[in-house]
């Protein structure tokens, strides 16, 4: 599939996938190919200019990414990706701030819940869930469905300025750890 030119890959984590992002660069042919979780997103053969960019959109929500390609010295190139405009390190560092993940186990299936807490939308595994809010004496709670099992973020207020507020899962009543991702 991808040949002896693959020169980089990178996972980005959007809210409905963690996308794996291949670039294979044929340096003396100038070929170009982007592949998303192994799918060829972009593909160029026979391209005289052997550094540039290359831009395709991720995910659902098409988020715009683009491969940077410099020279460094010779025949050495180097290969920046970056997201929604930024780097990759400062997407996924703002990435931290605008959403909260968890990683659990439902009836022996890997689920990935991911909350958009600047719009409350809620994602698991891809899919946007149909949610419910309202208003609780310590804060908010937003009430989503797994198959059969309730599930509660809960947004209450960290107690410090500085901290804001803290989100938690709870599948049918129990917390669920966050993940790091």
């Known amino acids: 599939m991808l040949g002896g030119d693959l020169v980089a890959t990178w996972d980005v984590a959007l809210s409905d996938n963690v996308y794996k992002i291949e670039f294979a660069h044929g340096t003396t042919t100038g070929k170009r190919i982007v592949y998303v ?3 060829v997103v972009v593909r160029k053969d026979w391209l005289f200019k052997l550094v540039g960019k290359e831009t395709f959109t991720v995910g659902s929500s098409n988020t715009k990414a683009t491969i940077l390609i410099e020279a460094v010295g010779g025949f050495a190139y180097e290969y920046t990706l970056e ?7 400062k997407f996924t560092d703002n990435r931290a701030k605008t959403s909260k993940t968890w990683l659990l186990k439902v009836k022996g299936e890997d689920c990935r819940v991911v909350l958009e807490k600047d719009t409350m939308d809620i994602w698991c595994n891809g899919q946007k869930m149909d949610t419910k809010g309202e208003f609780v004496e310590d804060g908010t709670e937003t009430h989503f469905m797994l198959g ?3 599930c509660c973020i809960k947004a209450t207020s960290g107690g410090k300025k500085k901290s804001s507020i803290v989100h938690s899962l709870l599948l049918d009543g129990e917390k669920v750890p966050a993940s790091t991702q």
């Open 83 to 89: 997201v929604d405009g930024k780097s990759l390190q």
């Open 148 to 150: 059969e099992h309730e």
């Open 37 to 39: 979780n192994g799918k």
